[in-house]
């Protein structure tokens, strides 16, 4: 059972412009919702991460917007620029738990 | 070591062989987490650790996965009997506080053939 829905499963954004990548969960007992980056060759590295206390958290161009009543988070990219070129996975975890569920992954490119 | 790393960054071995897979934390981080990531998918949970013991081993597939941290550091991921479908990248991660975000290593490519 797929727990964490991630759309869409490829983007292509033009260098500057904003990059939205949206998940979608369903168990309500999630209260810890990361986003990690991925290079080729390389493990997953944290980005940023939320909890649903908050509705949005923003760290330098990368912001997480969250809707607990629609069960929903997503992932904006300002201002985005070729080294941003990566597949980018939503997470999340229970309170009690420490192991996350990941989302299929969007392949982001940053065209010049 | 400044992060976490894993040996070795490929590994090819025929159907039926045992391998090993080794995971070496960030020092000081007493949870180290195994996932599975497969071709164009997200990484899935295999099995967490708190010190020396498996907290969590309900990601693991089959008895023909096993790991162990017997010093509460290092650890090793087992696989018995290999199988083409065990072909993937495996990911191990650290962290100092199961709480928060964690660090992977770069993983080990398993390639059954």
């Not at chain 1, 493990?43 to 997480?64: H, M, N």
Request: charged letters at 20%; a positive charge.
């Amino acid at each position: 059972q797929q727990q964490v829905k991630q759309s869409p499963q490829s983007l292509i954004v033009q260098k500057g412009g904003i990059s939205i990548i949206n998940c979608a969960y369903e168990n309500t007992a999630f209260d810890y919702f990361p986003w990690y980056q991925q290079f080729p060759g390389k493990g997953p590295a944290l980005l940023i991460a939320i909890r649903p206390d908050v509705s949005e958290k923003k760290e330098g161009r990368f912001t997480i917007s969250f809707n607990k009543s629609a069960k929903q988070f997503s992932l904006h990219i300002m201002d985005s620029q070729p080294g941003d070129s990566a597949t980018y996975f939503c997470a999340a975890r229970p309170g009690t738990a420490s192991k996350l569920t990941f989302g299929t992954g969007t392949r982001l490119q940053v065209t010049l | 070591g400044a992060g976490v790393s894993q040996t070795p960054s490929n590994k090819v071995t025929e159907k039926g062989k045992y391998v090993e897979l080794r995971c070496d934390p960030i020092s000081g981080h007493t949870a180290l987490y195994w996932y599975r990531q497969s071709l164009g998918q997200g990484p899935e949970f295999l099995i967490y650790f708190q010190g020396t013991g498996a907290a969590d081993d309900s990601g693991l597939p089959n008895d023909r996965f096993f790991a162990v941290r017997p010093e509460g550091s290092v650890s090793t991921l087992k696989i018995q009997r290999t199988e083409r479908g065990d072909s993937a990248v495996y990911l191990c991660a650290s962290s100092l506080n199961p709480s928060y975000g964690y660090t992977f290593g770069s993983g080990t490519r398993l390639t059954v053939v």
